[in-house]
Nanobody, 123 residues
């Protein structure tokens, strides 16, 4: 069982930056593919970014490419999402997710989820 806790959300003006953190416990962290998702008010949950266990492969939602960076520290069991040049449309609850085999990752199916952290970007 993997337990995920997000932090780092908050209120920021458009053009600003935030760094989200996700602390993982209870599993072999370096084996897990980690991801960030978000759910904006009235919208479906959407994939934001993912990083493989080794940290070598990353993938991003097109609208965040060049602005967001996902990274991980396997020694600390942490995954991060650095968000720069934030826009009002980035406002959402951001969730950290983890999966070992990742059989369903391509369709957004991850085994473990955090509770989420709110990010609000004002215009």
């Amino acid at each position: 069982q993997v337990h995920l806790v997000e932090s780092g959300g908050g209120l920021v003006q458009a053009g600003g930056s935030l760094r989200l953190s996700c602390a993982a416990s209870g599993g072999a962290f370096s084996r897990y593919t980690m991801a960030w998702f978000r759910r904006a008010p009235g919208k479906e949950r959407e994939f934001v970014a993912t990083i493989r266990g080794s940290g070598g492969s990353t993938y991003y939602l097109d609208s965040v490419k060049g602005r967001f960076t996902i990274s991980r520290d396997n020694a600390k069991n942490m995954v991060y999402l650095q968000m720069n040049v934030l826009k009002p449309e980035d406002t959402a609850v951001y969730y950290c997710a983890a999966d070992d085999t990742c059989r369903g990752c391509s369709v957004g199916v991850y085994e473990y989820w955090g509770q989420g952290t709110q990010v609000t970007v004002s215009s």
